[in-house]
């Protein structure tokens, strides 16, 4: 009778594989653990002749998949940027939140009415800090519909 076990099995240099009952599909481990986790498969060769371990097949990462460690070392952080927004006489208020809301992506009515309010009372208002080309791109599409922005590095980030 022949069958394959398949398993996981903890290898350490003084472990001993000791199959009692061939058919039987128990095996004895005895020795210390050490956590190698290596994939194993044992196949019976007959009657008091043990096991024969066959080569091991070793689980590799999936391709694709770094860890958290080298991810943070292939992304570089560009420096932050503000997104600035002046003052100006011709648009009114309503318009200036439309055009905040519409162009800032998860901007809610009560940030874009405090940004509004802010760039009138205060002359400017800082709208959102964010990486130099997301920065430009929203500097780019307030413009476009007729709000005076721009952008600056933002020292000390958020």
């Given amino acids: 009778m022949e069958s394959t076990i398949c398993g996981r099995l903890s290898l350490s240099p ?11 599909k128990h095996i004895l481990i005895q020795g210390s653990w050490t956590s190698r986790g290596v994939l194993m498969s044992l196949s019976p060769m007959g009657q008091g002749k043990g096991g024969v371990l066959e080569r091991p097949v070793i689980e590799k990462p999936t391709p694709g998949r770094e860890s958290e460690f080298d991810l943070r070392k292939v992304r570089k952080t560009s420096p932050p940027y503000r997104v600035i927004l002046h003052n100006d006489n011709f648009n009114k208020r309503e318009y200036v939140v439309q055009v905040l809301m519409k162009v800032i992506p998860g901007m809610s009515l009560d ?19 964010c990486n130099q080309p997301d920065a430009e791109d929203h500097c780019m599409q307030l413009r476009g519909n007729g709000l005076l922005s721009s952008i600056e590095p933002a020292s000390g980030g958020c």
Avoid: C, K, R, T
Avoid at 14 to 24: E, L
Avoid at 111 to 129: F, K
């Fill in 111 to 129: 940030n874009a009415v405090n940004i509004m309010q802010e760039a009138h009372y205060n002359g400017l208002s800082v709208v959102i800090i």
């Fill in 14 to 24: 003084n472990q001993v594989f000791h199959n009692p009952n061939p058919g039987d």
